[in-house]
């Protein structure tokens, strides 16, 4: 393998001032309540909303202000979210007990989560489309309680209002203007107005990140989420303009978005690096695009396909495309990605939207140890037993060993009384 296209290096540096701002966020939230969230809405987003709480009315007036082919569109896409989350639930089943040995019986139960927090990023872009990913495998999963937080549109007191319709169509109510570390704050530990929930989902900047970081423990949360990132492998079928569109679309997210190619060919390689100079001359979002292209974008060329998924491994991306002639090869190949697109047609973007699968993915090489956001964040499995008499005398000793050897004769003697 070899590079074409390096990112620029970064040293990398402990943010302390962040840490130490969000941890100030949190402190004050935990002591102050409402009165600290009011003052951050007024400070952050020139908010001088009174009321955290989103109203129905609102809700509705954001329903009909919302363009009527947009609401449309984001019907569909709910649609085929729902019918996904559906069928992800299907194979989520309780293990019913079994006699493992004899008097032994062992189980598992699988419990929705009762209360949870979606959190809808505002601030660059109004990304209504992650109401729909995180709200409704909630709900397909049983959650009780699906609470949303979503920042308003600077310098106004309304949240946009695709956002709360997108909320809405998932069937969330108790919504809340309110975004930014305070918001995660308010939702772990709780305030005179918002109830603390079980667990929080949802990307966000990285003051979001880093007060989901902190408050993790206190509340469960989804993973802790970094830039947005593609890599996509191809062959020489690949298309370099659709290669070139594909890593814009990532490069746009932010100034720290990465679009990575990995190909077996060095002129479509060098074809894509061309297109994309062609493509960032007429693309709107390029003060963004351009700047994550330069600096993080990357071009590697493998001698293989087999070097290729190697190489996407040690990467783990979150999202991963397979633009090759026999995609279905690769496949068993491939171990780590958050979501994986197969076939040149099978872009990233009707992930992000309207496809079914979900778009909150795990960054930063977390797909080596996790998937993304589905119905089973939402669920528990939790394991029981039940003991006869028969399987008491059968374990009672080995257990009442087992712990003198550890030297906890309490737990020992927790298995023998059950023998008198």
Not at 237 to 252: F, K, V
Not at 275 to 288: G, H, I, M, Y
């Amino acid at each position: 393998m070899y590079s074409l296209k390096k990112p620029m290096e970064k040293r990398p540096e402990e943010d302390l001032s962040l840490s130490t701002t969000v941890s100030e966020i949190v402190r004050s939230v935990k002591g102050s309540g409402d009165d600290a969230l009011l003052n951050y809405c007024r400070r952050f987003d020139r908010s001088t909303r009174e009321s955290l709480r989103v109203s129905r009315s609102e809700i509705e007036e954001a329903l009909s202000s919302t363009d009527k082919e947009l609401l449309s569109h984001i019907k569909t896409a709910a649609k085929n979210i729902r019918a996904f989350a559906k069928r992800q639930r299907k194979t989520i089943k309780d293990m019913p007990e079994e006699e493992i040995s004899p008097g032994v019986f062992l189980g598992h139960r699988v419990i929705p989560i009762e209360s949870c927090c979606c959190y809808v990023p505002g601030g660059g872009y109004p990304l209504f489309s992650t109401a729909l990913m995180l709200a409704i495998p909630a709900s397909e999963a049983g959650v009780k309680r699906i609470v949303a937080c979503a920042p308003v549109m600077k310098g106004t007191d309304r949240v946009h209002p695709a956002t709360l319709s997108a909320l809405s169509i998932a069937g969330v109510s108790e919504i809340y203007a309110l975004g930014g570390a305070q918001a995660i704050a308010a939702c772990a530990y709780g305030t005179e107005t918002i109830s603390p929930v079980d667990i929080i989902v949802g990307p966000g900047n990285r003051y979001v990140t880093e007060a989901k970081r902190q408050c993790y423990g206190q509340v469960g949360i989804d993973f802790v989420a970094g830039p947005s990132e593609v890599l996509i492998v191809a062959d020489s079928s690949a298309n370099p303009d659709i290669l070139a569109a594909d890593l814009l679309a990532q490069s746009e997210h932010d100034l720290n978005a990465r679009g990575i190619l990995v190909s077996t060919d060095e002129k479509v390689a060098k074809e894509t690096i061309d297109a994309v100079e062609r493509r960032l001359e007429d693309l709107s979002t390029a003060q963004v695009a351009r700047p994550a292209w330069i600096e993080n974008g990357e071009v590697i060329v493998a001698k293989s396909l087999e070097e290729a998924c190697s190489i996407s491994n040690r990467y783990a991306p979150e999202h991963l495309e397979l633009a090759v002639e026999d995609p279905n090869r690769l496949i068993p190949l491939l171990t780590n990605y958050g979501s994986l697109f197969i076939g040149e047609m099978s872009a990233e973007v009707f992930g992000d939207y309207v496809s079914g699968t979900n778009h909150t993915l795990p960054t930063m090489g977390a797909s080596r140890y996790t998937g993304g956001v589905w119905v089973g964040t939402f669920l528990k499995t939790c394991t029981f037993q039940r003991m006869t008499e028969e399987g008491v005398h059968r374990l009672a000793p080995i257990a009442e060993a087992m712990a003198k050897a550890e030297g906890l004769d309490g737990h020992g003697k927790a298995a023998s009384v059950r023998l008198k």
